[in-house]
């Protein structure tokens, strides 16, 4: 609402907090309610306190400067939930061995500016874990997601060289920000670059080649029948 009406986004008021309130009533009247009301109250209750915090500390310190809120869920490979195909068909990215593997998501939030992009996703998890899912050490090794959608929508819409990639994630339930992929030197470079031995496409060949020739089973888990 705000970006439709060219509001700049650090500007947050008494208002928009309100707003934010009612729209999470909005949303929750809409829910058909099982289970037990007085804790489904109470997680309403945390959403709406964890929202308004978390809009108004961010509005006050941006993770990125130079950047502002331009697309939000941008489906890349993923049809909807009525099982509408994505405008974006998922992106190919290549293993080194032969393999071509194509790769797509959900991205939560996409802002750009005239130098940078940034791809920012929400999560429920607190501070300490998206700092140590976000962190130098963790990026190429076992955390891809920001890496990964910085790539595909490159594919998609791609930047100019000299342009300036971000991502980081927010804890909705603190309010906070992981680190900035950026930190990260010659970042570009190894999103894009599958030649590169220590770039994503490698990275992403250590963990997916052993499933793909059965020498490592996949776990099981909650995501299993929509992956």
């Known amino acids: 609402e705000r970006k439709a009406a060219h509001v700049p986004a650090a500007r947050i008021t008494d208002a928009d907090r309100d707003r934010v309130r009612a729209l999470v009533a909005e949303e929750a009247a809409a829910v058909v309610?099982?289970?037990?009301?007085a804790a489904i109250r109470a997680q309403v209750q945390w959403l709406e306190t964890a929202l308004v915090r978390a809009v108004s500390m961010l509005a006050r310190a941006p993770r990125v400067d130079g950047v502002e809120p331009n697309d939000f869920e941008v489906r890349i490979g993923v049809p909807d939930r009525s099982g509408t195909?994505?405008?974006?068909?998922?992106?190919?990215?290549?293993?080194?061995?032969?393999?071509?593997?194509?790769l797509g998501g959900i991205i939560?939030?996409?802002?750009?500016g005239p130098r940078a992009r940034a791809v920012v996703e929400y999560k429920t998890a607190s501070?300490?874990?998206?700092?140590?899912?976000?962190h130098v050490d963790a990026?190429?090794?076992?955390?891809?997601?920001?890496?990964l959608y910085l790539r595909i929508l490159e594919h998609h819409r791609p930047t100019q060289p000299q342009h300036a990639l971000h991502g980081y994630l927010i804890s909705l339930r603190?309010?906070?920000?992981?680190?900035?992929?950026a930190e990260v030197p010659d970042l570009?470079?190894?999103?894009?670059?599958?030649?590169r031995d220590d770039g994503l496409a490698a990275g992403v060949a250590r963990v997916v080649l052993p499933i793909l020739e059965g020498t490592l089973p996949p776990d099981a888990g909650d995501r299993c029948d929509t992956c």
């Not at 470079?189 to 030649?195: F, G, P, S, T």
Request: a negative charge; zero cysteines.
């Open 174 to 181: 603190d309010g906070t920000t992981s680190s900035d992929v």
């Open 85 to 102: 195909p994505a405008a974006l068909a998922s992106a190919p990215i290549e293993l080194g061995d032969g393999r071509t593997l194509y």
């Open 108 to 112: 939560d939030r996409v802002d750009e």
């Open 188 to 195: 570009r470079a190894r999103v894009l670059d599958d030649e």
């Open 33 to 37: 309610a099982t289970g037990h009301l």
């Open 127 to 134: 501070t300490g874990s998206i700092r140590r899912m976000a």
């Open 139 to 147: 990026l190429f090794e076992n955390h891809f997601q920001l890496l």
